[in-house]
């Protein structure tokens, strides 16, 4: 896994996709982003419906395997 992406329409037809720690929001007042570094399993989970517990694990294997590329090619 080299990276996680989320889509979806927007509440008020926008967009909303997380890619990897950043949430990117779209509307018709324009675009907002956020870092999801700190609290990524609480925000994912608000975003897109998704349990937190699903999101943490997801994001906690994707450091694994990024910490393991890099120990790899080190």
Known sequence: ???LHLNRVGSLGGRVS???GNLRIVGGTGKKNF???D???QKIGEAFGIA?????E???ELQRQR???S???S
């Open 18 to 20: 997380a890619h990897n």
């Open 1 to 3: 896994m080299n990276s």
């Open 39 to 41: 609290d990524y399993s």
């Open 58 to 60: 997801a994001w906690a």
């Open 35 to 37: 870092k999801l570094k």
């Open 52 to 56: 937190p517990e699903i999101a943490e």
């Open 67 to 69: 910490k393991e590329r």
């Open 71 to 73: 120990n790899v090619s």
